[in-house]
């Protein structure tokens, strides 16, 4: 049976937690800050958890992360 392959994409944006959570940054962070507020961007900042809807999925993408 061959390797699966690694969605490079997903391995990108997503990691692993040591219990098994998929671990993703957060959206809206990248560019045209200057309307968005101080508080805002600061709690953009924190990374969050996927969804357990996605969850299956997402794992299915990163196999050997």
């Given at each position: 049976?061959?390797?699966i392959?690694?969605?490079?994409?997903?391995a990108?944006?997503?990691?692993?937690?040591?219990?098994?959570?998929?671990?993703r940054?957060?959206a809206?962070?990248?560019?045209?800050?200057?309307k968005?507020s101080?508080k805002?961007?600061?709690?953009?900042?924190?990374?969050?958890?996927?969804?357990?809807?996605?969850?299956?999925?997402?794992?299915?993408l990163i196999?050997?992360?």
């Amino acid at each position: 049976m061959p390797k699966i392959k690694t969605h490079r994409g997903a391995a990108k944006r997503f990691s692993l937690t040591k219990s098994g959570k998929v671990k993703r940054g957060k959206a809206y962070r990248s560019h045209i800050l200057n309307k968005k507020s101080t508080k805002r961007k600061r709690n953009l900042r924190h990374g969050t958890f996927i969804a357990s809807a996605e969850e299956k999925n997402i794992k299915k993408l990163i196999p050997y992360k």
